[in-house]
């Protein structure tokens, strides 16, 4: 005979795992934290993905968490010759230029090294 899961586990369950996502801890260290064996953890956050498939539990069993990606504003360069620079990621191809121009620069500059 199934057991019946009380609606107030399901409840404290679903608040559990959303304060887990947005912990960022380790699941080892968050169910330390909260009381809990890590094998309950993993019970449950499989038992409340199987009762409601569209609701995100917890992070995913690969192990990855979202992450947002934010461009640099640019790359700085330091030449042996001692050119510094900073030119933005906007634009490829003028990275590339930029650094080839002064490499070129910075390596007659600093007695024919180059980079």
């Known amino acids: 005979m199934a057991r019946s899961i009380s609606g107030r ?3 404290e369950w679903r608040r559990r795992l959303r304060r887990f996502h ?3 801890q380790s699941i080892a260290v968050f169910c330390r934290q909260e009381g809990v064996s890590a094998p309950s953890f993993y019970v449950w956050r499989k038992r409340l993905a ?7 539990t917890a992070e995913s069993p690969a192990g990855f968490r979202p992450v947002r990606l934010v461009p640099a504003a640019g790359v700085s360069v330091r ?3 001692g050119t510094e620079f900073v ?3 906007s634009d490829a191809e003028g990275l ?3 650094i080839e ?4 620069v910075d ?6 090294r180059s980079c």
């Open 107 to 112: 390596g007659e500059r600093g007695g024919g």
């Open 79 to 81: 030449l042996p010759g």
């Open 96 to 98: 590339r230029t930029a």
């Open 22 to 24: 947005k912990s960022r």
């Open 9 to 11: 586990k399901l409840a």
């Open 87 to 89: 030119v933005p990621l």
């Open 50 to 56: 199987e009762a409601d498939p569209q609701r995100p």
């Open 101 to 104: 121009v002064l490499a070129r």
